[in-house]
């Protein structure tokens, strides 16, 4: 665990205090050998009895921006986990100069996943890739946390739900 400022390259479990309360967050500090590029894939299984056709993921992306290195983190989806798609509207690319007094800043990251067919029992999976940006030395520490997700999905019977989606499965 860490509060952030580490130097060693790997996984942690960040924390923070927000309101009085302690958050732990899993995270990442990128270095030349550990994370850089780097990628972290979370499997789903669909147990909703029905055929899932959008899916919407939020989560909160986490930066301790104190270094002079921007990194860049991509998010992807896969419905086999070996062709991924790209979902640039949820890019992040951390600050290029490190702030002097660095805190963890939030940034709300949502993505809607529509067109999909995952039938009950099945697995989507998403992905958070980082690299490199801009810059040079260190890299700034990211954290991923508070992942939801809401699926629309179809039981086979009627008509879909699709509850506002903007798209008809």
Known sequence: TSTGGVTTGGMYAFQRTVGGMTNHFMGFQPTGGDFTPGAAVLRVQNNTGGEVRNMEVNFLLLEFNDQARSQEIKFYYSTDDVNWTELPSVAHY?????????????????????????????????????????????????????????????????????????NTP
């Not at 039938?119 to 998403?126: L, S």
């Not at 890739?129 to 009627?158: C, M, Q």
């Open 94 to 166: 951390t600050g290029l100069s490190a702030d002097p007094a660095p805190v963890w800043e939030d940034f709300q990251k949502k993505a809607v996943v529509y067109g999909l067919s995952i039938m009950d029992g099945d697995y989507i999976y998403f992905k958070w890739e980082s690299n490199d940006f801009d810059g040079g030395g260190s890299r700034d520490e990211f954290g991923i946390d508070n992942i939801s997700f809401k699926a629309n999905f179809w039981s086979g019977t009627g008509t879909p739900n699709c509850d506002g989606c903007g």
